[in-house]
């Protein structure tokens, strides 16, 4: 009896846990999106002359990149981390004790990594996380991650010989893959994923594929659309371009092809 009231206690407070954080997940949204249409406002009223409108501009699209920057990675990220949680949570097994335990850990794990990226967001926007493990090892340290749901089997193939390319091209590569994910764990219904890297001369090639339910590439499916244009957004970001092929309930496979001489060019 002890033992039941402990692990109700504990779901309760996992539970309470993720609702205040999607509630200050979402009024920093707000906040941010707000403020950044004063401040827009008050530079707008400011311009006298030609050369400072220039300028305002060109401020305006710094402030406006950053708010983006800011609203993709907590989409990515924190979504993604949010969703395994809640996930541990719905797939929680009363009957079984020692597995009920394991999910509860997991999920408080999860949440802890919320908060620290919540307390400082910034760490989400640097490249100090890939610096750290390098673009590999933080792929796979993220399939193991989501391993532990037990939600599908995931297949990571290198081929080619790893090339080492710029911190921050190599972080939007990551969240590319974060973002498939997590658009795979919602949407697809998928039992097996297969994330493949391919190194070639001058090109790198980036597929992710599933076994999932599939969809219409060319409808406007809600949801997935806005993960799939911070996809197309990111491709772009690196000079490359994303391939989409879909069919209704055989799966979807999303290949990226990027060029690495433009990913391991020194920056100025």
């Known amino acids: ?8 206690t504990l779901f309760l407070f996992v539970t309470t846990a993720i609702i205040i954080f999607l509630a200050i997940l979402f009024v920093s949204v707000v906040y941010l999106h707000q403020r950044n249409r004063i401040l827009h406002k008050q530079i707008i009223n400011s311009l006298k002359i030609d050369h400072e409108h220039q300028l305002t501009l060109a401020q305006l699209e710094i402030q406006e990149s950053t708010c983006q920057s800011i ?16 996930l541990n949570l719905n797939t929680f097994e009363w009957g079984d004790k020692n597995r009920a335990i394991n999910q509860l850990e997991s999920a408080i794990q999860i949440i802890g ?15 100090e996380m890939i610096e750290g493990l390098g673009l590999i090892s933080a792929i796979e340290n993220e399939i193991d991650r989501i391993r532990a749901t037990n939600i599908f089997e995931i297949q990571f193939d290198i081929i080619g010989n790893p090339v080492f390319l710029q911190n921050e091209s190599e972080l939007i590569i990551f969240r590319i893959i974060q973002e498939a994910f997590n658009n795979i764990i919602k949407h697809a219904n998928a039992s097996c994923v297969k994330l493949e890297l391919q190194y070639l001369d001058n090109l790198l090639i980036l597929q992710i594929i599933d076994n999932g339910k599939g ?31 879909s069919k209704i309930d055989i799966g979807t496979t999303l290949a990226f092809k990027v060029p690495i001489n433009y990913l391991t060019q020194t920056k100025n």
């Open 215 to 245: 969809f219409d590439p060319f409808a406007n499916v809600r949801g997935k659309c806005n993960g799939l244009k911070n996809m197309q957004m990111r491709a772009r970001m690196l000079k490359g371009h994303m391939n989409i092929n």
């Open 113 to 127: 990594k919320v908060i620290s990226e919540l307390s400082d967001i910034s760490k989400s926007l640097n490249t």
């Open 71 to 86: 609203s993709r990675e907590i989409h990515d990220n924190i979504n993604l981390s949010l969703t395994l949680a809640k």
């Open 1 to 8: 009896m002890r033992s039941a009231t402990i692990d109700v």
